[in-house]
């Protein structure tokens, strides 16, 4: 019978993580992980795999074996070592200088080792029974945080996020629920919005976070609900433009639920004016959400927190480590100047705060989230902080912002360049020289090195028009890096050109290769390591 051929393995023999025996059975599964990394990062040999999405996908599905929860499983060594290989040879790594895609910053060694700790040790956060320490170690981080934003500490309040969409959301919820307070006396926590609900409004600037808007529909106001205030050439938000719409909406019964001023778009890192928002958010008694998920970095660098002045006066915060602060995701953060504003998240619970436990001196965090269980992500931040200071975070901003004004200067003198606007923090708007072509050529040309593995470069509008983007969140890139990968943009630039004049003039069928088409990098799967398994 097959049964007995199989090698003995008593799935309740499976190792856990925890326990006095937990780290001697954690640590050769990590090792395995470790040499899958390797193993994958060497077959990848770049920053993303060469190749299509379907070829990727069929990797992907190899590496499952056909069937991912099969009756009989494979045990933990090769489960592990397979699946996390494929997933390396197929990540995008924000490690390599030419992944610069996005907001996504390549995390920490040390940060990561971190989590494994927390996530070895599965504290959660809903009650104090689920993690003593950890109930304790969120409230020091918020407070520290609350701190670098010019908090009181005394007062302030906030909780560690899955990121700025959901810090946005907990910003626009509290803030409805305080419009609707004081428009109407009722407690939109209890009986809903009523009828202030279809009144109410957010003001962003145009060029703020998409969240912004699905977070107005998620809270029942609706996307039509968010006034697009004007930015100025800077993509800044014009103070004037946002106190005429606030006047406007309250002369047609509109009720102001909130003002979201970005302090780093995510295009172009723009600040908003936050002292003048301030001011008349203030005049209008109007919260004040700043969403800071990238530009909050800055708060780290002597050099760039001066951009942020004014922060202090918003009533809640958006932060984001997960960008400028090297962390894995997640990493979010959220802040209140007032803790009490976090009410209409409180509840009681039986079975996790109860009122005579929290008499007895058992705190809880349950009335911070969203969430129920949650994660120890604070625990990454708390090592981090504690290892570099705030000198070392500012230190890696500066480097980050160094590339990107060194980028932007290359950009500046390129004749196949052209920059968008200087840069404020560490991303780079710019596009390839295209004339009449310019949106196909830029768009292809970032295909183009997508699937020949070599980089991977951000896209973005600017009007209608398609602009490419640089998002410079590797401390340890250099600039000889962002030379080389300005290079291998201009040389994609210029295969993708000359494959559109010669699909326009007939010389060659739509969709055939350019004939000086960058070479996509050499594949290099047939390792050693590799060949010995
Ligand atoms: C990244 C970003 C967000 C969203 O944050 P997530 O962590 O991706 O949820 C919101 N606002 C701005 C300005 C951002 O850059």
């Avoid at 200088?97 to 700790?117: D, I, K, N, R, T």
């Avoid at 509290?174 to 109410?200: C, F, K, P, Q, Y």
């Avoid at 942020?308 to 480590?321: E, N, P, T």
Wanted: aromatic fraction near 4%.
């Amino acid at each position: 019978m097959t049964e007995q051929r199989q090698p003995s393995y008593d799935p309740l023999d499976t190792a856990l993580a925890g326990g006095a025996d937990g780290p001697s059975a954690l640590g050769p599964l990590v090792d395995v992980a470790l040499d899958a990394l390797r193993l994958g990062a060497h077959r990848r040999g770049g920053p993303l795999p060469a190749g299509t999405p379907a070829e990727v996908a069929r990797a992907v599905a190899a590496a499952t074996g056909g069937a991912l929860l099969p009756d009989r499983g494979t045990g933990a060594r090769t489960a592990l070592a397979s699946l996390a290989t494929e997933l390396a040879a197929g990540t995008a790594d924000p490690a390599d200088p030419h992944c610069a895609g996005h907001l996504h910053c390549p995390p920490l060694a040390v940060a990561v080792a971190a989590e494994v700790a927390a996530a070895a040790l599965n504290p959660s956060l809903d009650s104090w029974d689920q993690g003593p320490s950890a109930t304790e170690l969120e409230p020091l981080v918020i407070a520290t945080l609350a701190g670098l934003v010019g908090y009181p500490t005394d007062g302030s309040g906030g909780v560690i996020t899955t990121g700025g969409t959901e810090s946005n959301l907990m910003g626009l919820l509290l803030a409805r629920d305080a419009a609707v307070l004081a428009t109407t006396g009722s407690t939109a926590a209890t009986v809903g919005l009523g009828a202030v609900g279809s009144r109410l409004r957010y003001f962003c600037s145009e060029v703020a976070h998409f969240s912004v808007r699905r977070n107005a529909a998620l809270l029942g106001l609706g996307e039509e609900a968010v006034v697009p205030v004007p930015v100025d050439r800077a993509y800044r938000m014009n103070p004037a433009a946002l106190a005429d719409r606030l006047a406007a909406t309250v002369r047609a019964g509109g009720v102001p639920a909130a003002v979201v001023a970005t302090a780093g778009t995510t295009d172009f890192g723009s600040v908003d004016p936050l002292p003048e928002i301030a001011e008349i958010t203030a005049r209008h008694r109007t919260w004040l959400h700043v969403d800071a998920a990238y530009g909050g970095g800055a708060l780290f660098s002597d050099r760039l927190a001066g951009l942020l002045h004014g922060l202090s006066g918003a009533d809640s915060v958006a932060l984001d480590l997960h960008k400028l602060g090297w962390q894995p995701v997640a990493a979010g953060v959220f802040l209140t100047a007032d803790a009490a504003a976090l009410a209409p998240l409180s509840r009681r619970v039986a079975y996790l705060n109860p009122a005579d436990d929290e008499a007895a001196g058992y705190p809880s965090l349950l009335g911070h989230s969203l969430r129920t269980t949650r994660r120890v992500d604070a625990f990454k931040l708390a090592v981090t902080f504690r290892a570099l200071g705030r000198h070392g975070l500012g230190a890696l901003v500066d480097a980050c912002h160094d590339l990107a004004r060194h980028a932007a200067a290359r950009i500046a003198a390129s004749p196949y360049l052209e920059l968008a606007a200087e840069p404020v923090l560490t991303t780079v708007v710019f596009r390839y020289r295209a004339g009449a072509r310019g949106d196909r050529v830029n768009a292809a040309l970032r295909r183009r090195l997508l699937a020949d593995g070599s980089a991977v470069v951000g896209r973005t509008e600017v009007g209608d028009a398609v602009w490419l983007k640089l998002t410079l969140l590797n401390p340890h890139a250099t600039s000889a890096d962002v030379d080389a990968l300005l290079d291998l943009v201009i040389r994609a630039g210029a295969a993708e050109q000359q494959a559109a004049a010669e699909q326009q003039t007939g010389t060659r069928r739509p969709g055939a290769a350019a004939p000086n088409a960058v070479a996509p990098r050499a594949r290099t799967s047939d390792t050693p390591e590799e060949a010995s398994r």
